[in-house]
């Protein structure tokens, strides 16, 4: 009989040999963890909205570290949740601020982790907007100065990554500039370059206590609508001197993650965020999806369209996965 068709099933024929032809992979080499470092308090308060993710204060925030450490995770990412907010955002670059000393915590448990800080003023001003507001106008260059000066006080701590997410123009270049002129040209600068003005993002502001006070996020934020601009963003940074790129949220933009990575020659990062974290969570407490292969599913889609590694609360789930 002639052949008149293809037998794609061959190759889907057994477990041995869907691994063998299997073009896309993930590990736990690959995997962010973020976490949130609430001062002032004492052990740790899982996040309503996200199950299995918590505020950790320092003695919880360390246990997790050494846990984290175990699993092969090879960073984390922080967030801070201060005591005090005022408008000159100055929790966000105290020596002692929160975030500063989860780092060195962080550090002298494990030198080893890579530990990166989101460096943003929304959880630091009472506003909630990422940079200075005066006049109900969300300031860019008045910004920069503080963004430039947190970042440098990560660094100081021992940040080995620090990460602007406020969506100001210019940001990468004074951070950087701060950065190489205050003694710490090794620091490495990952930009959220292409981040979007995101409904995904609802579970974090509550996390993180950032939700804005007025208006939203979308005259610093970008339109969802929009690929060709996110090259302009990503194309400003890289020149500006950033190391790394990341696209933000993950899961409806893994179009995005492919034209950057195919557009720059940095590491591209994407971040799985609160959001696409908390949809997957609830389906799951229903029965209604699969946890385990549907977060499997979401990070091969990422590594697919691109991403060479992911910021996920899914990370110390997925680490145990890979162990199995
Ligand atoms: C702060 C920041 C946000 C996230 C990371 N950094 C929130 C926002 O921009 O409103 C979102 C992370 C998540 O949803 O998991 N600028």
């Known amino acids: 009989m002639e052949n008149s068709f293809s037998r794609h099933r061959r190759l889907r024929s057994s477990e041995n040999m869907r691994r063998l032809v299997r073009e896309t992979r993930w590990s736990v080499a690959d995997l962010i963890l973020p976490m949130f470092v609430q001062e002032g308090l004492l052990g740790k308060e899982e996040i309503a909205a996200m199950p299995g993710v918590y505020h950790y204060g320092l003695d919880e925030f360390r246990r997790a570290v050494v846990e984290i450490s175990k699993a092969g995770i090879p960073g ?31 550090k002298q448990e494990n030198p080893d982790l890579l530990v990166m800080t989101d460096v943003c003023l929304c959880q630091y001003n009472p506003t909630g907007h990422c940079g200075l507001v005066r006049d109900g106008i969300v300031l860019n260059d008045e910004s920069l100065v503080l963004l430039a000066k947190t970042a440098v006080s990560h660094a100081q701590a021992g940040a080995d990554v620090v990460a602007p997410s406020d969506m100001m123009d210019g940001r990468v270049a004074a951070i950087r500039t701060e950065l190489d002129q205050s003694g710490y040209p090794n620091v490495v600068l990952l930009s959220y370059a292409v981040k979007y003005a995101s ?57 995005v993650i492919q034209t950057v990575k ?63």
């Open 76 to 106: 984390i990412l922080l967030f801070g949740v201060p005591e005090q907010k005022d408008d000159l955002c100055s929790t966000a670059y105290h020596e002692h601020g929160v975030v500063q000393e989860a780092v060195r915590a962080a």
């Open 199 to 255: 409904a995904f993002y609802g579970p974090f502001r509550e996390a993180a206590h950032s939700a804005p006070s007025f208006g939203d996020r979308r005259s610093y934020q970008m339109d969802p609508a929009n690929v060709r601009e996110a090259l302009r963003e990503a194309a400003s940074d890289v020149e500006e001197g950033a190391d790394m790129l990341m696209v933000k949220p993950a899961l409806a933009y893994l179009d």
């Open 262 to 324: 195919e557009a720059f020659d940095v590491p591209v990062a994407t971040y799985n965020v609160s959001g696409e974290y908390s949809m997957v969570k609830a389906a799951a407490a229903q029965g209604w999806i699969d946890e385990r292969r549907t977060v499997e599913e979401m990070l091969t889609g990422f590594k697919r369209a691109g991403a060479d590694f992911i910021f996920t609360y899914h990370a110390l789930d997925a680490a145990q996965w890979c162990r199995e």
